[in-house]
Nanobody
Framework: QVQLVESGGGLVQAGGSLRLSCAAS????????MGWFRQAPGKERDFVAA????????AYADSVKGRFTISRVNAKNTVYLQMNSLKPEDTAVYYC?????????????????WGQGTQVTVSS
């Protein structure tokens, strides 16, 4: 059973930065694609960023392109989301997700495993 644990969330002022981490356990980390999604109160869980198993391919939502960077260190079974130039509209619970596969994936229903989420709050 795959377990995902996010960390790194918190309260930050607009324009600031945070780095989220997602540690995976319970399976071999390689050959698994990873993604980050976020959910604001009263809204659906939306795609943020995705990365393929090797880290060679990534994808981003238009709203975060140029500000967020997804990366992974397979030796540490960890995927990261570096968030810069944060805006109040980035406030949400951020979830990491996992699935077996060679590509990256941007749809919520393409992922098999989810973490518990970490809160990110950006004040204006």
């Amino acid at each position: 059973q795959v377990q995902l644990v996010e960390s790194g969330g918190g309260l930050v002022q607009a324009g600031g930065s945070l780095r989220l981490s997602c540690a995976a356990s319970g399976r071999t980390f390689s050959r698994h694609a990873m993604g980050w999604f976020r959910q604001a109160p009263g809204k659906e869980r939306d795609f943020v960023a995705a990365i393929n198993w090797s880290g060679s391919s990534t994808a981003y939502a238009d709203s975060v392109k140029g500000r967020f960077t997804i990366s992974r260190v397979n030796a540490k079974n960890t995927v990261y989301l570096q968030m810069n130039s944060l805006k109040p509209e980035d406030t949400a619970v951020y979830y990491c997700a996992d699935r077996y596969g060679n590509d990256y994936y941007i749809r919520r229903d393409e992922y098999d495993y989810w973490g518990q989420g970490t809160q990110v709050t950006v004040s204006s």
